[in-house]
């Protein structure tokens, strides 16, 4: 009976087709669905499902069937799209392994470059840390060496953000090799990010940058000072400052995105070296007075004035 059930393809109701809770894949493209189900509407499912069989007691006591899908649920979810009550599944037989099922799910996507590099990492890390699999033999179960699944796994040290960029296709692979050279830096990799996502930075132009601000780094690294300089600045600042200095002197060099991002910079050097007081205010910036403000002057002078000739005639000012 076994052999049967795995060799034959059955018309299975959708409806009583549950996900793979092992399912690796969370980004499913919208318009590539429909474009999916477009086709199904026209030709049908060429590839059958696969799902395993489970027997679940029903309320009124009777037994029911339910099927847990292990591969296909891209196709399952342009089927329903097209309308179908019915697609055609391959049970396998037996109780299949939570590890099976993410085996199979993994397989499936990569075979077919479904996944995008954040889900196939997180697909990867579940294989080595909920069923022990050392990145060697992930590579092998892929078809992958095991440097790929090294390198695809450090991916998921970056920030929440980059992440998210990386799943929406907004930033490359590629991006996050440089992005990864400064992950000891956050700020200066936060900055590089933004330079990658507004200037439209190409792999290599953000590698060069990465490359030079650990060339950089390194070399600082002779004068503590100097960097705890340019550190203070970059935290006042909210962006990448970099001091170059000379014999005599040096130069300094602040990163902006856009004519707003300058215009904030500018402001927080004005205003913030006035509030320590290393900037006197001009005259020309000091707005004159109301006519107001002019009358509450002469009235204030005038009080003063009858408070000195008072006190000139106090007997405080007198000794006998």
Do not use: C, W
């Not at 599944?89 to 199979?104: C, F, I, N, W």
């Amino acid at each position: 009976m076994s052999q049967i059930y795995s060799d034959a393809i059955f018309l299975i109701e959708t409806d009583k087709i549950h996900p793979n809770p092992y399912q690796p894949r969370r980004e499913f493209d919208e318009l590539a669905l429909r474009s999916l189900a477009d086709s199904i509407r026209q030709y049908g499912i060429l590839q059958a499902l696969v799902v395993t069989r489970k027997e679940v007691e029903k309320p009124d006591g009777g037994i029911g069937v339910e099927y847990e899908l292990i591969a296909g649920e891209r196709r399952l979810r342009a089927a329903k799209l097209a309308g179908l009550h019915q697609v055609p599944a391959q049970v396998r037989s037996g109780e299949e392994t939570d590890l099976m099922k993410l085996e199979l799910a993994i397989i499936e996507n990569i075979q077919r470059e479904d996944l995008n590099p954040v889900d196939r990492a997180r697909a990867f890390e579940k294989l080595s840390k909920e069923f022990g699999f050392k990145h060697a033999e992930i590579g092998k179960k892929v078809g992958k060496s095991r440097e790929y699944v090294s390198n695809t796994l450090r991916i998921l040290m970056l920030p929440q953000t980059m992440l998210d960029a990386l799943a929406e296709g907004k930033i490359t692979e590629g991006h996050t090799r440089p992005l990864m050279m400064l992950i000891d830096r956050p700020q200066e990799q936060e900055t590089l990010f933004k330079e990658i996502m507004f200037k439209k930075l190409n792999v290599r132009e953000a590698e060069g940058i990465a490359r030079k601000i650990a060339f950089e780094r390194a070399r600082k690294l002779v004068d503590p000072e100097l960097v705890d300089m340019e550190d203070r600045l970059k935290e006042s600042l909210g962006t990448r400052v970099r001091i170059d200095a000379r014999e005599e002197g040096g130069k300094i060099t602040i990163d902006f995105f856009s004519k707003d991002d300058l215009a904030s910079l500018l402001d927080l050097i004005k205003y913030g070296a006035a509030s320590r007081g290393d900037i006197e205010p001009k005259i020309e910036d000091v707005p004159p007075p109301t006519e107001e403000e002019k009358v509450e002057m002469s009235e204030g002078s005038k009080e003063a004035m009858e408070s000195d000739d008072q006190d000139l005639y106090s007997v405080t000012h007198f000794t006998v």
